[in-house]
Each structure stands twice: as structure tokens, then as C-alpha cells.
């Protein structure tokens, strides 16, 4: 990989989790990672969902090919990551057109990789493994795991691998439900492989500040985990999908917009840069009781 003269150092790895699917997770992980880069952040994003949307919506063609060149070792990288001990997570990264963005890209081929996975030893920490033995941390200040929306092998796989989740929650009332579920399964993962997991954020996103159920929603999250929602909301934006049809973060796509500040404010909230976003700025890095 060609690195540049950005800072690097030892990098936060950060698990962007979520069972109920179409929270806008994946938006959260890309849009989140290029204004790390953007901020001066060497970024990595890991692609854990079969489905490979992280690298479509970066402007990537499935398995990971660009127009543009790049070199990659070809589709079905990932499922080799975590099924061939001696192919090494570096090969499957690529880089970006943002600069300071990189991503290792999945495709369906991952799917088989799941269900191979529940056999195998030490089925947990595959993913820590790699990104230790790839040296990653030293190559990247951030690193961002996309899971997909279920909490399977590969979900506890970034789970154990990460430093801190963070959780973005669709304001709609059944999301509360599958947001409980993740809690208990995360005090499970505390509990028997992870005691340091932090929760970083539980972050709204699809907000629509007009519909009742939407802000009766975010009032509940804000009386249930006080100490864990994130100051910015993600309101619902018609830029979010011209973005990912044209595989490019939204600040590229409607620079200066809302929707591209609330990832702005995102970033720099849970780097904790007080006085640049609104609310008091804290990262919730702390860990937290729950349950």
C-alpha cells in the first residue's frame, strides 16, 4: 500500500454495528471514514457484510475493481482473509479516490465464509488476528468494521477486533427492540471474550424531526441512554442515495449541506473536538453499564 504524509499511529478500531438492516449503517461508515481522512486521519473501512455495499458506494465494482487502476488481488478476497491462514488482510485493501480512504471490499463470496466459520477454532478472533498480523494498526490512525445487519459470526468477529462499537439507531419505534437485543449481546461478548469493549456511540440516523413517531423515538433513546447518544442526529437526506448511486461521500456530492456537516459534526464529536459541533462535544468512550 502507498502511504503518504498523513499522521499515522496506533489506530482506534471502531465496529459500526446494527441487527435491523437499512438504518443507513453503511452510509454512516463511509460518510464517517472520509471525513476521518478528510480531518487528516489515515482510514481504513472493512467491508464484513456479504452484500458489499461499503465498496459499491465508494465507487467500487463488486470484488473490488476500480476504473481507475488500482491493483487488487481480485473478488473473494475477504472470504480468503478469514478462511486461508496465510493470506494476509493487507492484500484485500485497496485504495480509494478520497485521499486518506482505504477499503477492503467484500462480496457474497463472504456468505460461505459465515457458515464455514461456525466449525472452526477460535472462530471469534479470526478478525483480530488478521488485522494484528497485517501490522494495521500501525498503518492507520482509523479503522471502521462495516458487520451486516444480523449478529452472527462475523458480527462478533468485529465486535472482538474492535476497540468501541458504534450503533446508529433509525428513529422509528421497532428499532428500540433490536437495539436491546444488540445490548445483550454485547454484555455477552464483555462477558465471556472482550471485557474492554467500549460503546462509543449510539448515534440517530433517518431522522425526520416533523414525524411524531420519529421524535417520540429520538426522546425515548434519549431517556433509555442518556450517557450514550451521540449531540448529532442524522436526519433523512434525498442527497444520501444520489451519493451512493454515484459512489462518492456526501460531502463531495453537496458540499456545504447539511447532510454532509451532520457526518462532519459526527466525526469531530467522537473525536471529542469540543466547541467545533454542537451539544458539549464529549467522545463516549468511557465504558458503560448495560444491563
Known amino acids: 500500500m502507498v502511504m ?17 438492516g437499512g438504518v443507513g449503517k453503511t ?12 480531518l487528516g486521519h ?14 459499491k458506494g465508494l465507487g467500487l465494482a463488486p470484488g473490488g475493481s476500480r476504473a481507475s487502476g488500482a491493483r487488487r488481488e ?21 485504495q ?19 457458515v464455514e466459520l461456525i466449525l472452526a477454532l477460535s472462530r471469534e478472533s479470526v478478525l483480530r488476528r488478521k488485522i494484528e498480523a497485517a501490522g494495521l494498526r500501525e498503518r492507520y490512525d482509523r479503522i471502521l468494521l462495516d458487520c451486516r445487519p444480523s449478529l452472527g459470526v462475523l458480527t462478533v468477529n468485529a465486535m472482538v477486533a474492535a476497540d468501541q462499537l458504534l450503533i446508529p439507531v433509525e428513529t422509528q419505534y421497532f428499532a ?22 467500549r460503546v462509543a456511540g449510539i448515534v440517530p440516523t433517518k431522522h425526520e424531526a416533523r414525524v411524531r413517531v420519529c421524535q417520540v423515538t429520538l426522546d425515548l433513546l434519549r431517556q433509555r441512554y442518556p450517557q450514550l ?24 456530492v453537496a458540499p456545504g449541506s447539511e447532510a454532509a456537516e451532520a457526518y462532519r459534526a459526527l466525526a469531530l464529536e467522537l473525536d471529542g473536538a469540543s466547541g467545533d459541533v454542537p451539544g458539549n462535544g464529549r467522545a463516549l468512550t468511557a465504558p458503560v453499564a448495560v444491563g
Do not use: C
Not at 452510509?27 to 478528510?38: E, K, M, S
Not at 489515515?42 to 465498496?55: A, C, E, V
Not at 433523512?236 to 459512489?247: C, D, M, N, T, W
Open 176 to 197: 428500540l427492540e433490536a437495539l436491546e437485543t444488540l445490548m445483550d449481546v454485547l454484555k455477552g461478548v464483555r462477558e465471556t471474550l472482550h471485557p474492554g469493549l
Open 74 to 94: 481480485g473478488g473473494g478476497a475477504m472470504y480468503r482473509v478469514f478462511r486461508d491462514p496465510d493470506y494476509g488482510l493487507e492484500r484485500a485493501v485497496v
Open 229 to 252: 447518544l451521540t449531540q448529532t442526529v442524522i436526519r433523512k437526506f434525498v442527497a444520501f442515495p444520489e451519493a451512493q448511486l454515484r459512489g462518492l461521500p456526501i460531502y463531495t
Open 27 to 38: 452510509t454512516t461508515v463511509i460518510n464517517l471514514g472520509a471525513w476521518y481522512a478528510r
Open 42 to 55: 489515515r482510514t481504513l473501512l472493512i467491508d464484513l457484510d456479504p452484500q458489499g455495499n461499503l465498496g
Open 96 to 114: 480509494t479516490d478520497v485521499p486518506g480512504l482505504d477499503v477492503a471490499p467484500a462480496d457474497n463470496g463472504l456468505e460461505a465464509a459465515e
Open 4 to 20: 503518504d504524509n498523513m499522521k499515522t499511529g496506533s489506530a482506534d478500531i471502531t465496529a459500526v454495528v446494527q441487527e435491523k
